[in-house]
Antibody, heavy 122, light 108 residues
Framework: QLQLQESGPGLVKPSETLSLTCTVS??????????WGWIRQPPGKGLEWIGS???????YYNPSLKSRVTISVDTSKNQFSLKLSSVTAADTAVYYC??????????????WGQGTMVTVSS | EIVMTQSPATLSVSPGERATLSCRAS??????LAWYQQKPGQAPRLLIY???TRATGIPARFSGSGSGTEFTLTISSLQSEDFAVYYC??????????FGQGTKVEIK
């Protein structure tokens, strides 16, 4: 079955760029039926959608983070990636990647990665 | 941005009892609403989409209702594995997709 796995550094210094990759296995990221998204959760807090990407490269970002976020896709590796620039302690969170249906009524996040904790600290 | 408000923040329920969780949207989201369950140290799990359709493998004791701005998740008879945090999320008007702040269901 389809699985998603996040990877990347667990510690990032303030003002630097956070970079994470999500590897999709058991299915193709090039499916025309799905977006691929990033969601984060600060310790003890709720969920925040960061952005989503279609296999063609079309991107959708949360306006609150748009100036610092870049999401890209590498269909040859079946991966998509997140870059968040100029990080501060407020960006400390568990970062999840997830699959999102493209049809509006199916556009919930139905499959999630296990999440990866990223701490911003010097 | 559509703001999702969940109530109550914490719900204390005895095993076997019924739990009713509420979610309100700041403007209509039609039926484009999902519910997720999250246990400590785990990723969220999709329970309900389209306001009332159970996701694959979700037990029938979980049911969702509502449309527009008012939504309800009902767990008919709480099992021990159901004690968790539950989030609603709208995907009618995105970006951005927005989540509620969560309702913690704890053992009474």
């Amino acid at each position: 079955q389809l699985q998603l796995q996040e990877s990347g550094p667990g510690l990032v210094k303030p003002s630097e760029t956070l970079s994470l990759t999500c590897t999709v296995s058991g299915g193709s990221i090039s499916s025309s039926s799905y977006y691929w998204g990033w969601i984060r959760q600060p310790p003890g807090k709720g969920l925040e959608w960061i952005g989503s990407i279609y296999y063609s490269g079309s991107t959708y970002y949360n306006p609150s983070l748009k100036s610092r976020v870049t999401i890209s896709v590498d269909t040859s590796k079946n991966q998509f990636s997140l870059k968040l620039s100029s990080v501060t302690a407020a960006d400390t969170a568990v970062y999840y990647c997830a699959r999102q249906g493209i049809q509006l009524w199916l556009s919930a996040f139905d499959i999630w990665g296990q999440g990866t904790m990223v701490t911003v600290s010097s | 941005e559509i703001v999702m408000t969940q109530s109550p923040a914490t719900l204390s329920v005895s095993p076997g009892e019924r739990a009713t969780l509420s979610c309100r949207a700041s403007q209509s989201v039609s039926s484009n609403l999902a519910w997720y369950q999250q246990k400590p140290g785990q990723a969220p799990r999709l329970l309900i989409y389209g306001a009332s359709t159970r996701a694959t493998g979700i037990p029938a004791r979980f049911s969702g209702s509502g449309s527009g701005t008012e939504f309800t998740l009902t767990i008919s008879s709480l099992q021990s594995e159901d004690f968790a945090v539950y989030y609603c999320q709208q995907y009618n008007n995105w970006p951005p997709a927005t989540f509620g702040q969560g309702t913690k269901v704890e053992i009474k």
